[in-house]
C-alpha cells in the first residue's frame, strides 16, 4: 500500500485535503448567508427584535452592544478606522443601530480620532440623544482622551448625566482612566456630580487611585460630601491603601490660598468660556497655572 501512495502523483495524494476544505468553506458561506437572508426577512417584516436576537446569537459586537442586523457600512467604516471608506459614506452620517448605537460611537469606542473628527465636521452629532449610548461616555469608559478633547470641542455636554451610568467624569473615575478624568475637568466638568449622591470622589477613592484623587482635589472636589450610604470618600477607601492615606493627609493640609484663588477665577469664568484664559493678558506662568500646567 505505502509502494501504491509514493507512486501517486503528489497532488492527487492531497486532493481529499483540499476538497475537505473547500467543502467546509462553502458549508460556512452556505450558513452565514442562510442567516443574512433570515435577518434581512425579519428586517423588512418589521420584526426587528428577531433580527437583532438572530444577529447577537451568532455575531458579537462587545461592550453590550451586540446589534447587527441594521449595522450600516459607516458604522464598520468608523469602527474599523477606515477613513477613506469613512468618508465616501457621510450620508449617512448620523445613522443608528437599533440599539441606538451611532458612527461616532463607534469611532471613539474604537479610540479613532481621526474618523471621529470627520464624522462631527460632516454634521455627525457630539451630544448622544436621550437613551442612545453616549460617545463620550464611551470614550471616558475606554481611555480615550483624544476622543474626548474632539468631542468637547464640538460642543458635548461634559456633564451629561445618564440615570444608570452617571457623568462622564464619574465613569472616567470609575475606569480609572487619569487622561480622561483630567481632560474632562480641563474642559469644564462639574467636579461635584458624579452618579446620584456618588461622587468622582467617592468612585476614585473606592477604586484606591490616589492620582486620580489628587486631580479631583485640585479641582475643587469635596472632601466632606456623603453618598447615599452617608459615607465620605475617605469612608469608603480600602483600609490602609494609598488613597486612604492621601485623603486623610488632605485633611490635615488644606487648599492653599493659591489653589482657592484659582478655583474662583474659574468658576467665575464659567465653562463655557475656560478656553479663552490663554488670551487674557496675563504673563504666561499665571495663564498656565489657570489652565493647571503649571505650580506656582
Known amino acids: 500500500m505505502t509502494q501504491i501512495l509514493e507512486e501517486r502523483p503528489f497532488g492527487l495524494q492531497y486532493t481529499n485535503v483540499y476538497l475537505s476544505i473547500f467543502v467546509l468553506f462553502c458549508f460556512k458561506l452556505f450558513v452565514k448567508i442562510s442567516l443574512s437572508i433570515l435577518t434581512h426577512f425579519y428586517v423588512v417584516k418589521g420584526n426587528r427584535k428577531e433580527a437583532a436576537r ?4 451568532y455575531y458579537n459586537f462587545g461592550q ?3 446589534s447587527w442586523a441594521d449595522r450600516s457600512p459607516l458604522h464598520e467604516a468608523a469602527c474599523q478606522g477606515r477613513l477613506l471608506a469613512l468618508k465616501t459614506l457621510l450620508s449617512q452620517v448620523n445613522a443608528t443601530t437599533i ?23 460632516h454634521g455627525a452629532k457630539p451630544q448622544a440623544e436621550a437613551f442612545q449610548p453616549s460617545p463620550i461616555h464611551e470614550a471616558s469608559s475606554k481611555g480615550q482622551a483624544a476622543c474626548i478633547e474632539s468631542l468637547i470641542s464640538w460642543g458635548a455636554d461634559v456633564d451629561f448625566d445618564i440615570p444608570h451610568l452617571g457623568t462622564p467624569l464619574y465613569i472616567a473615575c470609575v475606569s480609572q482612566q487619569l487622561q480622561c478624568t483630567q481632560k474632562l475637568l480641563d474642559g469644564g466638568a462639574n ?3 458624579g452618579h446620584f449622591l456618588e461622587t468622582p470622589l467617592h ?9 486620580i484623587i489628587r486631580v479631583l482635589l485640585d479641582f475643587g472636589a469635596n472632601i466632606n460630601a456623603r453618598n447615599l450610604e ?18 486623610l493627609l488632605y485633611e490635615a493640609m488644606p487648599r492653599s490660598l493659591c489653589q482657592l484663588c484659582r478655583l474662583s477665577i474659574r468658576n467665575y469664568m464659567g465653562r463655557s468660556r475656560l478656553h ?3 488670551h487674557l493678558r496675563l504673563p504666561t506662568l499665571l495663564k498656565s497655572f489657570l489652565q493647571y500646567r503649571q505650580i506656582l
Do not use: Y
Request: glycine share 4%; aromatic share 2%.
Open 64 to 66: 453590550g452592544h451586540s
Open 99 to 121: 440599539d441606538g448605537v451611532t458612527p461616532l460611537f463607534n469611532a471613539c469606542s474604537a479610540g479613532s480620532v481621526t474618523c471621529a473628527e470627520v464624522l462631527l465636521e
Open 230 to 247: 452617608l459615607q465620605r470618600p475617605l469612608e469608603t477607601a480600602p483600609p490602609s491603601s494609598t488613597a486612604e492615606a492621601v485623603l
Open 191 to 193: 467636579v461635584h456630580k
Open 54 to 57: 438572530i444577529a447577537a446569537e
Open 276 to 278: 479663552l484664559i490663554s
Open 203 to 211: 468612585a476614585a477613592a473606592q477604586k484606591d487611585c490616589p492620582e
